[in-house]
C-alpha cells in the first residue's frame, strides 16, 4: 500500500494537468463513463490557476526569477522575472493560511463557468460571494502633490439613480448607452460602420458621454484594458456583464473563496474522483516517456510498473514534450498568425484596510443603520493611464478565506506592449509597485512576476487525433475573462472525445434527476 | 451573523473520513447513514459516493450531518485541501487486522494539520473487529496512541455495525463541546455577504438580507 500502482494498465483517457480546463474536461469525461486517469507532475492541484500557499508561492517564483523566459516550448504560458520579498516571522507561522492565485479572476454571474459549475454540480464543493464594488482610481495633479482618490462606480440601474455625483442629463445618455449595449445592437444603425472604431470614440461621438463617464464606462463596466479597443468586441463583452448584473446581486462579477480558480479546479477533480477517476500527483505522475499508437497513446510513469495506453490523451501544451507538439508546425508557423500577451504581476499582502475598500461616512445608505459602517471585503480597483494600458488592482479579504483575519491580499496587473523588447526594459516591480504604494502604504509581502501567453489563430497542431492540446487564455483581460475561457476549452476537450453526437456535456440522467429530488427534501 | 450558541439552530456538521484504502471508510459510511453494510470489494466498485447526509438526535436536539468519503483520493495521496474544508471532525480510520494502516495513521494526522483548522476534532475508529482472529493492533494500543495524538477512541465493525453510531455520536459530542468551532470570528469592520447559491436566481432587487 505504500507504493500503490494503478489499478489497470488502460483507461479511455489519460489528462495530464489539474488546471482548470483539463479538470472541466476529466469530470465530464469521467461523468459520461468513460475511465480517466488524472495526471499533474505537479504536489499541488490546480497547474496554471492553481492557489498557492505563502512557502509554495515563493518555491514557485524561485523557479520563475530568471529574467530571459525559457524557449522550451513555444506553446508555454511562461513566467519570468519573479521575485519575493523574505517571510517574517508571523508569516512563516501563518504561512499555509493564505491561497494566493496564479490566476486572480472573478466570474462574470452569466456565462461558461457559471453554467459548468451548475449544471456538474460541481457548485456544492465551491463558494462564492458577490464582489462588493468596483472603484476607479482618479489622480488629481494639484499643488505641490500628486493625490488621488478612489471613486466606486455604480454597478447597478438603482447605484446609478442614487448616485449624487453624476448629472440628471448625464444619468440619461448612460442609461441610453446601457439599454443599447444590454440589446441586440449588432444590427442597430448606431453601430453600423463603427464595429471597429475605438470604443472611447464610439461612446463620445455616438452617445455624447462625457470623458470621465466614458472612463467609468470603459474600464470599471466593460473593464477594457485600453480605450482604443475595438467597438463591437468591447460591446459584446459588456453585454454579458450587463446581463449578469441582478443575477446575484448588484455587482455582476461573483468571487470565489479560498483563492477562486484553483478552488474551483480542485472542485472538478473532486467531482471526477466522485464518478471513477483516478489522481495521481507529483513526481511519480511525471511522464517518462510518451509515444502515440495506432490505438492511441502509450506513457510511462514512475508509479506504475507498465506502460499504461489510452485512447485518448488531454493536456495543457506545457505538460508534453515540445517534439509532440510541434511536429508539424513548421508549416503551420508560417501560416499563422501569433500574438504575445505579455504582463506584469505583483501578489501583496497587507495588515491594514486598503483605503479603496473604506465606505464613506456620509453614504446616504449606510446613514440610517445605527450600526458601525462596514467596509468592503472584495474590490477591483482600476487604473486609468494615459496613453497606456490600465493597471488593475483585485483586492480579496478574510471573508474569502484566503487570508489570517484582518489582512487583505492584492492583486495587480498590468498588460505591457506586446514588444518583448519593451518588457524586458523594466522590472515587474518597477512598474507596479508605484500603484501598490497607491492601494497600501505598509505591505507585509510583495512577489513580482511576468507572464508570457501565446495566442494562435487556430488549433495548435496536434500529431495525432488522440492528443487534445488546451489553449491557455491568451489575452489582456484575463481578470474578468478568464474563467469562462477554461470553461470552453473545458468542453471543447470533452466533445473532441465524445463527439458530437455522443452524450452532452454533464447531462443528467433519469436516475440521477430522482435522487436530486430526494435529496432538496432531506436536506 | 455569526453563531455562538450550537443550541440555537439546528446544525449543519461537515465530518471527514480519513485512512489508508481498503480500511472500510466507505463501509463504516454507509453502515451508519444507511445502515447497510457492503464489503471492500463491493464498495470498491461503487462509484458516485461523494458525501452522505443524516440527522441525528443528542439531548432532544437534531443535528445534521454531512459525512463526507474520500472518493478513492486516498489511494496516491491526492486528496483535495478543499475536503478538508470547513470541517468540523474528522474521522481516521484503520483497520484492526492491518497494523500497517494503523502505522500510517502519522501520515494522515500530518495531512490534518496542514488543512484543517487547530481546533477540528479527531477521532481514531479502528474498524474491522469482526476479524479478532486476525488481529494485528491491540486495543490498548489504539488508546494509547490516541491519547498521544489528541483524539478521540473507539473500535468497530461496519460489518456487525458494533460500535459504529457510537463512533459518530462521541465524535459529534466533543465537537459540540469545542465552543471555538462554533463562532465564526469575523472581523467586525468587514461587511460579509451570505454566499450565493448558484442555483437559484434568488436576489430581488427589494430584499438584501444584510
Request: aromatic letters at 8%; a negative charge; charged letters at 25%.
Amino acid at each position: 500500500m505504500s507504493n500503490p500502482e494503478l489499478e489497470s494498465d488502460h483507461y479511455d483517457v489519460i489528462v495530464i494537468g489539474t488546471g482548470l480546463s483539463e479538470s472541466i474536461a476529466a469530470a465530464s469525461l469521467a461523468k459520461s463513463g468513460k475511465s480517466v486517469l488524472h495526471l499533474d507532475p505537479n504536489e499541488y492541484y490546480g497547474g496554471e490557476q492553481a492557489s498557492l500557499t505563502l512557502d509554495e508561492l515563493i518555491n514557485w517564483s524561485n523557479q520563475h526569477a530568471s529574467s530571459s523566459s525559457s524557449n522550451s516550448s513555444k506553446y508555454h504560458i511562461r513566467y519570468s522575472s519573479s521575485s519575493t520579498t523574505s517571510l517574517t516571522e508571523e508569516l512563516e507561522f501563518n504561512k499555509r493560511r493564505y491561497s494566493l492565485s496564479l490566476f486572480p479572476s472573478i466570474l462574470p454571474s452569466r456565462g461558461q463557468l457559471i453554467d459548468t459549475l451548475i449544471s456538474s454540480d460541481v457548485s456544492k464543493y465551491v463558494s462564492f460571494r458577490i464582489l462588493d464594488s468596483i472603484s476607479l482610481y482618479t489622480s488629481t495633479q494639484t499643488e505641490k502633490e500628486e493625490s488621488g482618490k478612489f471613486r466606486k462606480v455604480p454597478g447597478s440601474k438603482e447605484e446609478i439613480f442614487k448616485d449624487k455625483s453624476i448629472s440628471l442629463i448625464d444619468k440619461r445618455k448612460l442609461m441610453k448607452f446601457l439599454l443599447f449595449t444590454a440589446g441586440e445592437f449588432e444590427q442597430d444603425d448606431l453601430l453600423k460602420g463603427k464595429e471597429n472604431q475605438p470604443l472611447i470614440q464610439f461612446l463620445q461621438e455616438t452617445f455624447s458621454l462625457s470623458s470621465s463617464l466614458s472612463e467609468s464606462i470603459i474600464y470599471a463596466i466593460s473593464h477594457c484594458t485600453s480605450p482604443q479597443e475595438n467597438t463591437l468586441s468591447a460591446l459584446q463583452r459588456t453585454r454579458r456583464y450587463l446581463k449578469s448584473i441582478g443575477r446575484y446581486g448588484n455587482n455582476a462579477f461573483l468571487v470565489g473563496q479560498y483563492g477562486g480558480a484553483g478552488e474551483i479546479s480542485q472542485g472538478f477533480c473532486r467531482a471526477c474522483a466522485v464518478f471513477g477517476g483516478t489522481y495521481v500527483l507529483g513526481p511519480s505522475a511525471s511522464l517518462t516517456s510518451i509515444e502515440t499508437t495506432s490505438e492511441g497513446v502509450s506513457i510511462k510513469l514512475p508509479c506504475h510498473p507498465r506502460p499504461v495506453t489510452a485512447s485518448h490523451l488531454i493536456s495543457s501544451p506545457n505538460h508534453l514534450p515540445s517534439v509532440l507538439i510541434q511536429r508539424n508546425s513548421s508549416s503551420y508557423t508560417n501560416s499563422n498568425q501569433e500574438e504575445q500577451f505579455i504582463t506584469a504581476h505583483c501578489v501583496a499582502i497587507t495588515k491594514t484596510l486598503p483605503a479603496a475598500l473604506r465606505r464613506n461616512t456620509l453614504d446616504p445608505d449606510l446613514k440610517d443603520d445605527n450600526e458601525e459602517i462596514e467596509n468592503d471585503d472584495t474590490a477591483v480597483v482600476v487604473f486609468p493611464r494615459e496613453g497606456d494600458n490600465v493597471v488593475r488592482c483585485y483586492v480579496n479579504g478574510e471573508g474569502t478565506g484566503s487570508c489570517p483575519p484582518g489582512q487583505y491580499i492584492i492583486y495587480l496587473s498590468t498588460a505591457l506592449s506586446k514588444e518583448p523588447s519593451n518588457a524586458k526594459s523594466t522590472s515587474p516591480s518597477e512598474m507596479l509597485k508605484p500603484y501598490l504604494d497607491k492601494i497600501t502604504s505598509d505591505s507585509i509581502f510583495e512577489s513580482y512576476y511576468i507572464s508570457t501567453r501565446l495566442s494562435l489563430t487556430s488549433d495548435i497542431p496536434e500529431s495525432s487525433d488522440s492528443i487534445i492540446i488546451l489553449k491557455p487564455y491568451a489575452g489582456d483581460e484575463l481578470l474578468t475573462e478568464g474563467l469562462d475561457w477554461e470553461a470552453k476549452q473545458g468542453e471543447e476537450a470533452y466533445y473532441k472525445v465524445i463527439g458530437k453526437d455522443g452524450k452532452q456535456f454533464f447531462e443528467k440522467d433519469a436516475t440521477e434527476e430522482e435522487e436530486l429530488g430526494i435529496d432538496q427534501d432531506d436536506l | 451573523m455569526s453563531v455562538n450558541n450550537p443550541s440555537n439552530l439546528n446544525l449543519n456538521l461537515k465530518l471527514l473520513l480519513i485512512g489508508n484504502s481498503s480500511v472500510g471508510k466507505s463501509s463504516l459510511l454507509l453502515r451508519f447513514t444507511d445502515d447497510e453494510f457492503l464489503s471492500d470489494e463491493e464498495t470498491a466498485a461503487t462509484i458516485g459516493v461523494d458525501f452522505k447526509a443524516k440527522s441525528i438526535e443528542i439531548d432532544g436536539k437534531k443535528y445534521k450531518l454531512s459525512v463526507w468519503d474520500t472518493a478513492g483520493q486516498e489511494r496516491f495521496r491526492t486528496l483535495t485541501s478543499s475536503y478538508y474544508r470547513g470541517a468540523q471532525g474528522v474521522v481516521l480510520v484503520y483497520d484492526v487486522s492491518s497494523r500497517q494502516t494503523f502505522d500510517e495513521l502519522l501520515k494522515w494526522f500530518k495531512e490534518i494539520d496542514t488543512y484543517c483548522g487547530e481546533s477540528v476534532v479527531k477521532m481514531i475508529v479502528g474498524n474491522k473487529i469482526d476479524k479478532e482472529f486476525s488481529r494485528q493492533v491491540s486495543t490498548d494500543e489504539g488508546k494509547t496512541f490516541a491519547l498521544r495524538m489528541g483524539a478521540l477512541f473507539i473500535e468497530c465493525s461496519a460489518k456487525t455495525k458494533l460500535g459504529v453510531p457510537e463512533a459518530f455520536e462521541d465524535l459529534v459530542r466533543r465537537i459540540l463541546a469545542t465552543p471555538s468551532l462554533w463562532s465564526k470570528s469575523p472581523s467586525t469592520h468587514v461587511r460579509l455577504t451570505e454566499p450565493v447559491q448558484l442555483e437559484e436566481e434568488s436576489w430581488t432587487s427589494s430584499g438584501c438580507s444584510c
